[in-house]
């Protein structure tokens, strides 16, 4: 199946990188974590939560939140494998070696960026599968099963292959693991929201808008926090998103093209 969808010439490339992904057992186990995230926190929001309240935050009940939970973590977990895609190369002195026996680097660089976004697709997948089977066991007339979350669940994937592409750009540009971890989630989780706390107080929220970590909220939020400044509306939030992710993925292909190993 797979020879059918990819050209010959970049099948060898994908294969490769795939099986680098899944021959470290650090890695199988990361993939895992948005899984059991996704179904313990689902579990729990989902017996906890009372009925859907279409005023509510989220839109989609509160019983998801939990799906939204794994979502997170999903995308964090995209992030590290994308660096550790790339950044790991230098870490362990192989990237010279890599480009030895694939000379190609824009199929190099295809065959990081591809491999990464399909194994967060795939996690991702399997998260809101498993997030979804949890809230029609457990939270039946809990939750808004229509438009929006259908919206979320598509969006979750987006963003999700996004921050894996993010992730690997990163790990090219920074060429290590550490500095380029820290650098994503101290953005993430520190950096950006105090910038959004500083553009609210001062009136500026559209400043915070374009940012990556306020694109992907709005983006998976369905319409959620619509009163809050600092998102944009979910169909330009995940086009400023996109946007992040060609500037900074071309941003790595251009250092790995342009600069010595």
Same mark, same amino acid.
């Given at each position: 199946?797979?020879?059918?969808?990819?050209p010959?010439?970049?099948?060898? %490339?994908?294969?490769?990188?795939?099986?680098?992904?899944?021959?470290?057992?650090?890695?199988?186990?990361?993939?895992?974590?948005?899984?059991?995230?996704?179904?313990?926190?689902?579990?729990?929001?989902?017996?906890?939560?009372?009925?859907?309240?279409?005023?509510?935050?989220?839109?989609?009940g509160?019983?998801? @939140?939990?799906?939204?939970?794994?979502?997170?973590?999903?995308?964090?977990?995209?992030?590290?494998?994308?660096?550790?895609?790339?950044?790991?190369?230098?870490?362990?002195?192989?990237?010279?070696?890599?480009?030895? /026996?694939?000379?190609?680097?824009? *199929?190099?660089?295809? #065959?990081?960026?591809?491999?990464?976004?399909? /194994? #967060?697709?795939?996690?991702?997948?399997?998260?809101?599968?498993?997030?979804?089977?949890?809230? /029609?066991?457990?939270?039946? %007339?809990?939750?808004?099963?229509?438009?929006?979350?259908?919206?979320?669940?598509?969006? %979750?994937l987006?963003?999700?292959?996004c921050?894996?592409?993010?992730?690997? $750009? @990163?790990?090219?540009?920074? *060429?290590?693991?550490?500095?380029?971890?820290?650098?994503?989630? $101290?953005?993430?989780?520190?950096?950006?929201?105090?910038?959004?706390?500083?553009?609210?107080?001062?009136?500026?929220?559209?400043?915070?808008?374009?940012?990556?970590?306020?694109?992907?909220?709005?983006?998976?939020?369905?319409?959620? /926090?619509?009163?809050?400044?600092?998102?944009?509306?979910?169909?330009?939030?995940?086009?400023?998103?996109?946007l992040?992710?060609?500037?900074?993925?071309?941003?790595?292909?251009?250092?790995?093209?342009s *600069?010595?190993?």
């Amino acid at each position: 199946m797979t020879s059918s969808v990819l050209p010959a010439d970049l099948l060898p %490339g994908f294969e490769s990188e795939a099986r680098k992904i899944v021959a470290v057992r650090p890695v199988r186990l990361l993939l895992g974590v948005p899984v059991v995230l996704a179904l313990v926190a689902t579990l729990i929001t989902g017996l906890m939560a009372g009925p859907a309240d279409p005023l509510g935050q989220p839109v989609t009940g509160a019983a998801t @939140i939990g799906l939204y939970l794994g979502l997170i973590a999903a995308c964090v977990v995209a992030a590290l494998l994308g660096i550790a895609a790339t950044g790991g190369e230098y870490r362990r002195k192989t990237m010279a070696l890599t480009v030895l /026996f694939a000379p190609d680097r824009d *199929r190099l660089v295809t #065959a990081k960026y591809g491999t990464t976004a399909a /194994f #967060a697709l795939a996690i991702t997948l399997v998260a809101e599968v498993v997030s979804l089977l949890v809230l /029609f066991a457990a939270a039946r %007339g809990k939750f808004d099963l229509g438009w929006r979350l259908l919206e979320v669940l598509g969006a %979750g994937l987006l963003v999700a292959m996004c921050w894996a592409v993010l992730g690997a $750009g @990163i790990g090219l540009l920074t *060429r290590t693991v550490g500095s380029a971890a820290w650098l994503v989630l $101290g953005w993430a989780f520190v950096l950006e929201p105090l910038i959004w706390l500083v553009a609210k107080g001062f009136g500026a929220g559209w400043v915070a808008a374009v940012l990556p970590i306020s694109a992907t909220v709005a983006g998976v939020s369905a319409g959620s /926090f619509a009163e809050a400044a600092v998102f944009a509306p979910a169909p330009a939030a995940l086009v400023v998103l996109l946007l992040w992710t060609v500037a900074v993925g071309a941003a790595g292909w251009w250092d790995l093209r342009s *600069r010595d190993l």
